[in-house]
């Protein structure tokens, strides 16, 4: 399974954004997919991750209310729309793929987008 993570870039604080990850590979589907990220001097952070039925597990804190995760089977892609963007998001997003509910137990990862966000 192969992950690519596109759609980051600069934004202002209170903007939106939507980051894709495009999955390829065979098994794909047996794979839940989850979205993390890392800013710069921390630990990588889990925010939330997708069954392909739909099927999510809670939201990290930091962006609940505020960032959505969705999937879209048959384009092999999973989504993360970003709204009401804070300065505090600025980090490089990943995208992977692992059992369910891919939280701890990752089998693959993208190469991550970098997402500023300005204040």
């Known amino acids: 399974v192969q992950l690519q993570a596109s759609g980051g870039g600069l934004v202002q604080a209170g903007g939106s954004l939507r980051l894709s990850c495009a999955v390829s590979g065979r098994h794909y589907s047996a794979y839940a997919m989850g979205w993390f990220r890392q800013a710069p001097g921390k630990e990588r952070e889990f925010l939330v991750s997708?069954?392909?039925?739909?099927?999510?597990?809670s939201y990290a804190d930091a962006v609940k209310g505020r960032f959505t995760i969705s999937s879209d089977y048959a384009n092999k892609t999973v989504y993360l729309q970003m709204n009401n963007l804070k300065p505090e998001d600025t980090a490089v997003y990943y995208c992977?793929?692992?059992?369910?509910?891919?939280?701890?137990?990752?089998?693959?990862w993208g190469q991550g987008t970098l997402v500023t966000v300005s204040s």
């Open positions: 992977a793929a692992g059992p369910w509910p891919a939280v701890r137990t990752i089998t693959y």
């Open positions: 997708t069954r392909w039925s739909g099927e999510t597990t």
